[in-house]
């Protein structure tokens, strides 16, 4: 994709964030990982819902931490986000829970008492294996799926790889995918395989795309 074909990348304020969690769901409905927080839910609209609410937690708890929500407009409703955050010494799970405790009941509504506490592992064993050195952490990257295939994924991931350019005290960006096939998707823009871990027994990928310039 050449720089002029490059999506405008937006801040994604608050008012979006019901929408942006609603396009998320939509795009992480069949991702090995988060199906197997909520668990065991046949009906895919129900299964909507509750991701929905979960990436809602995940969208509040990044308002409240003054993290940016990134984003791609397209024809007046959001066609890609990122939620992201700097990284300089991981938290601990209980320390992340604490944080989110306001969230409590809104992530018991998506997951269930059972979801919240394979939710609890799960963020302890990603916790615990991120980078050491300070980084971007590409928490979440989602694009509609009928709008996937126009760049709009690829405009959010080199947005970030100009903005570690430019940041000599970043290592670049990190994050973690359970489905096999975002693995060349990251590698083709730069992202390298640092590892692999199990979080619920899921194979999940680590990925690391190093600061250039």
Request: glycine share 8%; charged share 20%; with cysteine.
């Amino acid at each position: 994709m050449n720089s002029t074909d490059r999506p405008n990348i937006a801040l994604l304020f608050p008012p979006l964030h019901l929408e942006a969690a609603r396009m998320l769901s939509r795009a992480f409905l069949d991702d090995p990982l988060i199906n197997a927080i909520i668990g065991d839910v046949s009906d895919r609209t129900e299964l909507a819902a509750r991701m929905a609410r979960l990436f809602g937690v995940i969208l509040a708890d990044q308002c409240h931490s003054g993290q940016p929500v990134l984003g791609v407009m397209h024809e007046g409703r959001i066609a890609a986000a990122a939620i992201i955050e700097q990284v300089n010494r991981p938290l601990s799970a209980a320390a992340n829970m604490v944080h989110g405790l306001a969230q409590l009941p809104e992530l018991l509504r998506a997951c269930g008492y059972r979801g919240l506490l394979r939710a609890i592992s799960t963020l302890d064993t990603l916790v615990r294996n991120r980078p050491v050195q300070t980084h971007i952490y590409l928490n979440v990257l989602g694009v509609e799926p009928d709008l996937q295939g126009r760049h709009f994924g690829v405009g959010l991931l080199d947005y970030l790889r100009d903005q570690t350019a430019m940041r000599p005290d970043l290592a670049g960006v990190y994050l973690e995918t359970a489905k096999e096939a975002n693995v060349a998707y990251y590698s083709h823009v730069g992202y390298e395989v640092i590892g692999e871990i199990r979080p619920l027994g899921v194979r999940v990928w680590r990925m690391l795309q190093p600061r250039t310039g």
